[in-house]
């Protein structure tokens, strides 16, 4: 487990390391802050794309030989960011990146499925789904720091040789979890008949929205933070983390929440209460922000309300997602799956990116928006057909 978590991490580490460095990379590029802005829904846009190749090629080969090459490929395009003389050049160097880095997602929730069945799997899932929300969060801070002390380029650095490190430790210690004989080399024909399937199951669809609109609200709270919180608040680079890593830490509880309950309550219950507190605060932040009362601490709780109730949905959808398929196919479906999770990412950042942002309210409706959906989409394919 600990090894499957710093895989996880890494490619977590690269979303969020630089949001301190934004303003100060747009400037040494000699760009716009929405252009370095960018760099965000290119890596998940990346991300999202990359999983529905790396997904079906860990089935056919197992999950060991698949994720050594994508750790190398994060590493040196981590490597390459660092160098980049123009956006242009850190856009293309963030997309293979991303290509790299989503191998530990996918393979990583593939070797859970490998291994685990019902509550266990949930409970892996909530366990990873801790470091996953405390992650994004807290590397600001060092981002932060490294800002302050060697400029933007040492974030992507930094990321670079943890990434060095996952790769050496997978090497060294990861045993293949895919038996030959359960293998599937897959054709393209078969591949998309396979995902053709996947989103015929909606009970699978339902889930994979469900996480995909859920982590979408804290996609747009990222990429609207360093605007929000530096820009229009005041806030100084080196703080920002802060802020962001209060919200993350009710990530961990609700996670730590759903893998102690797991056993007892049932998967449904919990992404119910999960989805009443996505709503609830993330509502309260427009609410806040129409008032003309939305500073970075009276949007604490709201935020750590949404965050919380994340780490009830998140969690519970991800493992009945790829609970609701057989085990051949749980490469194919964290992928499909995944894919839906940056997607939706995409989309809330992109949609922050464009608004101009007067105050916490562009962001807080977007965040609103995107678990209302998650909701819906949980009601109407989930809970509908799992009677």
Aim: with cysteine; net charge positive; hydrophobic share 55%.
């Amino acid at each position: 487990m600990p090894l499957l978590v710093a895989m996880m991490v890494s490619s977590q580490v690269a979303i969020t390391i630089f949001l301190p460095s934004l303003p100060a990379m747009a400037s040494s590029l000699g760009t716009s802050q929405a252009a370095v802005q960018a760099i965000i829904p290119a890596y998940l846009a990346a991300f999202g794309l990359a999983q529905l190749v790396v997904g079906p090629l860990a089935d056919a080969f197992g999950r060991r030989r698949p994720l050594l090459i994508g750790l190398v490929l994060f590493t040196v395009a981590s490597i390459a960011c660092a160098a980049a003389p123009n956006i242009t050049f850190l856009i293309i160097a963030r997309i293979f990146q991303a290509i790299g880095g989503c191998a530990s997602i996918v393979i990583a929730r593939a070797i859970i499925r490998d291994t685990t069945e019902g509550a266990a799997s949930t409970r892996a899932m909530a366990y990873l789904g801790m470091a996953l929300g405390i992650t994004p969060a807290a590397v600001p801070l060092i981002g932060g720091q490294l800002e302050i002390a060697f400029g933007w380029q040492a974030s992507f650095l930094a990321t670079a040789a943890f990434g060095a490190a996952v790769t050496v430790a997978t090497f060294t210690n990861l045993r293949e979890t895919l038996p030959p004989t359960e293998r599937r080399t897959t054709k393209v024909g078969d591949l998309l008949r396979t995902y053709g399937r996947l989103v015929r199951m909606p009970v699978f669809v339902g889930y994979g929205l469900s996480v995909g609109f859920t982590g979408g609200a804290f996609q747009a709270y990222i990429a609207g933070a360093a605007v929000a919180y530096i820009v229009v608040m005041g806030v100084p680079p080196e703080s920002l983390g802060l802020y962001i890593i209060s919200v993350a830490v009710a990530y961990t509880v609700g996670n730590f929440a759903s893998g102690r309950l797991s056993y007892r309550v049932h998967r449904h219950t919990m992404m119910w209460i999960g989805n009443a507190l996505t709503i609830g605060g993330t509502a309260t932040t427009v609410v806040l922000a129409l008032a003309g009362l939305a500073t970075p601490i009276t949007l604490i709780i709201p935020l750590t309300i949404y965050s919380a109730g994340s780490g009830f949905v998140v969690p519970n959808a991800l493992a009945g997602g790829l609970n609701s398929v057989e085990p051949p196919y749980a490469g194919a479906a964290a992928a499909l799956g995944g894919f839906a999770q940056m997607g939706c990412g995409v989309l809330t950042t992109l949609v922050v990116a464009v608004l101009i942002q007067t105050s916490f309210l562009q962001v807080g409706a977007v965040m609103t928006a995107s678990v209302a959906i998650a909701f819906l989409c949980f009601v109407m394919l989930v809970v509908r057909n799992s009677r």
